[in-house]
């Protein structure tokens, strides 16, 4: 089988072994034509062919390899500069990126939205013509809604708060104290009012609570 029929002995990958060589020669000098001694140098290629295929299409991790050769006589095998290469990391952080959009349509809508995000918000009678409208389709308005609505067209001039809907805390993200179960229970040590009090209730529950204390 030629290497033409092998896939991951392409004629890119030969190239790049061809490069690599080049710089492993250049960087290690006779040291690197010695480790080679008694094989034959079409198999070596071939070997370096199948594992540099990977990275035909990665020539930065290629560049990463050459440039952090390790700092020894000898030159790195196949499996350590293949290592070498599969630590290059730019490719991953490419890939995190957003790619750019390319539909001249969508940038449009984006740009819209952005912009509406910079619109000041909208004034009273914006809000009230907006209401009427909402009422005109058969929405419902919320009590807070319809009172703001009714104040904006009784206004001469139209100016009035803006609605607000208030909404209950959740018991849960109040302090102690402030909960409704502590409420209650503090209620129940208020003093009566003259109204009770007047009533005989209240006396009544008096006399018997010392009644029963006394006879204990």
Partial sequence: MSSSDCPIASREAAALVGRVFGSLATAYGREFAAAFEGVDPGSVRTAWARGLAPFVDRPAAVDHALENLPARRQPPSLPEFTGLCRAYRGDEERATALPAPKDPA?????????????????????????????????????????????????????????????????????????????VSADRAMVPPSADRMAGGTWVAGMAAASAVGAAA
């Fill in 106 to 182: 969508g940038l449009r809508r984006l740009a819209a939205t952005l912009g509406g995000l910079r619109r000041p918000p909208p004034t009273a009678a914006e809000r009230a013509a907006e209401l009427r409208r909402r009422l005109a389709v058969g929405e419902r308005l919320s009590p807070a809604q319809r009172d703001w609505l009714r104040s904006v067209e009784r206004s001469p001039a139209g100016v009035v708060a803006e609605p607000v809907t208030l909404a209950a805390i959740p018991a849960d993200v109040l302090p102690p104290g402030m909960r409704p179960a502590d």
